[in-house]
C-alpha cells in the first residue's frame, strides 16, 4: 500500500518561511511528477508547484518567486520551501505523486497539513 505523508505545516507571521516536506512509501516502482496542492476555505484546490522526475519544475503565478519545489528520488521526497509567506498563502497543503505500482501509474494523495500565516 502506498502512502503520502506530509509534515512541516504550522502558524507563522506574515513574512517568515516554512518548509513543508512529503515522503512515499510502500511498493513504489517508480515516482513520475510530484506536486504540491493548495485548498483555501471555501476555495477550490489549486496547483502550487510541480517537479517532474528530471528536475523540472512549475509553478503557480501566485508563488512564483517566494516558493520553491524540490525532490530527493533516492529518499521519495519532495519539499516545497515556502518564503515570504503572506496571509492568502493559509491553507491545507497536500502532496500529489504520479507512482507506478504493480505496473499501473497512478495519482496518489496525502492527508494535508495546515499552515496558517497570520497578519
Known amino acids: 500500500q502506498v502512502q503520502l505523508v506530509e509534515s512541516g505545516g504550522g502558524l507563522v507571521q506574515a513574512g517568515e518561511s516554512l518548509r513543508l516536506s512529503c515522503v512515499a512509501s510502500?511498493?513504489?516502482?517508480?515516482?513520475?511528477?510530484m506536486r504540491w496542492y493548495r485548498q483555501a476555505p471555501g476555495k477550490q484546490r489549486e496547483l502550487v508547484a510541480g517537479?517532474?522526475?528530471?528536475?523540472?519544475?512549475n509553478y503557480a503565478d501566485s508563488v512564483k518567486g517566494r516558493f520553491t519545489i524540490s525532490r530527493d528520488n533516492t529518499k521519495k521526497m519532495v519539499y516545497l520551501q515556502m518564503n515570504s509567506l503572506k496571509p492568502e498563502d493559509t491553507a491545507v497543503y497536500y502532496c500529489?505523486?504520479?507512482?507506478?505500482?504493480?505496473?499501473?501509474?497512478?495519482?496518489?494523495w496525502g492527508q494535508g497539513t495546515q499552515v496558517t500565516v497570520s497578519s
Open positions: 517537479i517532474s522526475s528530471g528536475g523540472s519544475t
Open positions: 510502500g511498493s513504489i516502482f517508480s515516482i513520475n511528477v
Open positions: 500529489n505523486a504520479e507512482i507506478l505500482v504493480s505496473g499501473w501509474w497512478r495519482q496518489y
